[in-house]
């Protein structure tokens, strides 16, 4: 079994920044997706960045120049990272770390972001 855990939310002025970190435990060597999601309020839920195993990254739509995905490796436990800059008011939302192997999806219980003055 795999665990997420996410953290570093919370209420930050337009313009500004937050890290979000997640914490991948577990059985977690077949990994090679990981993804940040967000649902926005009476919203669905919505892709926001993706980093795959030995590939790419990829930020989707208005994520791209401002915000940046990454990830460490360590024997016990990894973290998968979002770096958001220049935050938008429409940025509010829960954030959801995701992972995924061949046969499973999990994810995190979601941190909640508000951009705010």
């Known amino acids: 079994q795999v665990q997420l855990a996410e953290s570093g939310g919370g209420v930050v002025q337009p313009g500004g920044s937050l890290r979000l970190s997640c914490s991948v435990s577990g059985a977690r060597a077949e990994l090679n997706v990981y993804d940040w999601y967000r649902q926005r309020p009476g919203k669905g839920r919505e892709l926001v960045a993706t980093?795959?195993?030995?590939?790419?990254?990829?930020?989707v739509g208005d994520a791209e120049g401002r915000f940046n995905i990454s990830r460490d490796k360590a024997e016990n436990t990894a973290y998968l990272y979002l770096q958001m800059d220049s935050l938008k008011p429409e940025d509010t939302a829960v954030y959801y770390c995701?992972?995924?192997?061949?046969?499973?999806?999990?994810w995190g219980q979601g941190t909640q972001v508000t951009v705010s003055s």
């Open positions: 995701h992972a995924q192997d061949r046969r499973n999806h999990y």
């Open positions: 980093i795959v195993d030995g590939g790419p990254t990829t930020l």
